[in-house]
Nanobody, 124 residues
Framework: VQLQASGGGLVQAGGSLRLTCAAS????????MKWFRQAPGKEREVVAT????????LYTDSVKGRFTISRDNAKNTVYLQMNNLKPEDTAVYYC??????????????????WGQGTQVTVSS
């Protein structure tokens, strides 16, 4: 199984980025897909989750109304559209696949599969 994340970069506050995570050798439709982030000196947090069908989504409060997670099961790809970015969104972003839609607080790092990180830097 491979998850390949891309799309990070440097952007000014108020700008937008779209992250992409392409999966291979995975029964993609059967996994919830998630985006996590980890800022320097902070714990990894789950940012957004989408169910296998795409019908259900979850967001952490700090990104609601600004970020949108979506997926294309025909392309085995999940996206994170990030608008109105803020300096506090600066972090390494990771995609992950897991059977569980809800991420237990004690299982943040216990996801079935992880992609490599992509750096998002938002300048003020």
């Amino acid at each position: 199984v491979q998850l390949q994340a891309s799309g990070g970069g440097l952007v000014q506050a108020g700008g937008s980025l779209r992250l992409t995570c392409a999966a291979s050798r995975l029964a993609f439709w059967s996994y919830a897909m998630k985006w996590f982030r980890q800022a320097p000196g902070k714990e990894r947090e789950v940012v957004a989750t989408i169910s296998g069908s795409g019908a259900n989504t979850l967001y952490t409060d700090s990104v609601k109304g600004r970020f949108t997670i979506s997926r294309d099961n025909a392309k085995n790809t999940v996206y994170l559209q990030m608008n109105n970015l803020k300096p506090e969104d600066t972090a390494v972003y990771y995609c992950a696949a897991d059977r569980r839609f809800v991420t237990p607080a004690d299982a943040i790092t216990d996801q079935a599969f992880w992609g490599q990180g992509t750096q998002v830097t938002v300048s003020s």
